[in-house]
């Protein structure tokens, strides 16, 4: 079975601040990780995903997020935030040969102006 | 454009009563998928279809029904066994196994409110 911990459940920071959101995963076979955002009232988007290769994958809009088998995490970064980040991000797995996703609770990334 | 659509987005229902959430989407995908949104809580999967005529249960599926007559189509029926259907729902759909796995594209969602 596959879980995901988002321990943050909300996150503020000042404009032009960096974030980082925390994401860890438990899988026992190779897992496909995700991050997605949603804006108010909206369904999710796709920000970045990773499925092999680089451990460092990005977004355009200045989001990065990288892959760490060894301690089982997927964190979000951006240098520096803007308000229209403002939403709500989730983290997800899926594991090889399986359409499934599980997802974690979100975090509510809150930008201070 | 390609995308999918749900319908309504806002949906009303008096209790006892069951209701159908619409699903459509034209991106000739083969899998598609029933999440409930709480505070708090995530997506939790309620039903997935991988092919026509054919659906799964997903973690959450009791007082829900679906059907999947049409590729293009995703029907999702909270019916009045659903104890407190007050919820956001989302769908989505997925490429098949032979493209990215696990990628998932999602509507614009519809909120049920259960007068």
């Known amino acids: 079975a596959q879980s995901v911990t988002q321990l943050d459940s909300q996150v503020p920071v000042f404009e032009e601040a960096p974030v980082e959101l925390r994401c860890n995963y438990s899988?026992?076979?190779?897992?496909?990780l995700f991050w997605y955002v949603q804006y108010p009232n909206q369904g999710l988007q796709l920000l970045l995903k990773?499925?092999?290769?680089?451990?460092l994958v990005e977004s355009i809009n200045g989001f990065e997020a990288e892959f760490n088998k060894s301690q089982t995490s997927f964190h979000l970064r951006k240098p520096s935030v803007h308000i229209s980040d403002t939403a709500e991000y989730f983290c997800a797995v899926s594991q090889f040969g399986n359409e499934k996703l599980t997802f974690g609770t979100g975090t509510r990334l809150t930008i201070i102006p | 454009d390609g995308g999918i659509t749900q319908s309504p987005k806002y949906l009303f229902r008096k209790e006892g009563q069951n209701v159908t959430l619409s699903c459509e989407q034209n991106l000739n995908h083969d899998a598609m998928y029933w999440y409930r949104q709480d505070p708090g809580q995530g997506l939790r999967l309620i039903y997935y279809?991988?092919?026509?005529?054919?659906?799964q249960k997903g973690d959450i599926a009791e007082g829900y029904s679906v059907s999947r007559e049409k590729k293009e189509s995703f029907p999702l029926t909270v019916t009045s066994a659903q104890k407190n259907p007050t919820a956001f729902y989302l769908c989505?759909?997925?490429?098949?196994?032979?493209?990215?796995?696990?990628?998932?594209?999602f509507g614009p969602g519809t909120r049920l409110t259960v007068l």
């Open positions: 279809s991988q092919i026509v005529n054919d659906f």
């Open positions: 899988s026992s076979v190779s897992v496909y």
């Open positions: 989505a759909s997925s490429i098949p196994l032979a493209g990215t796995l696990g990628e998932q594209f």
């Open positions: 990773y499925l092999s290769g680089s451990t």
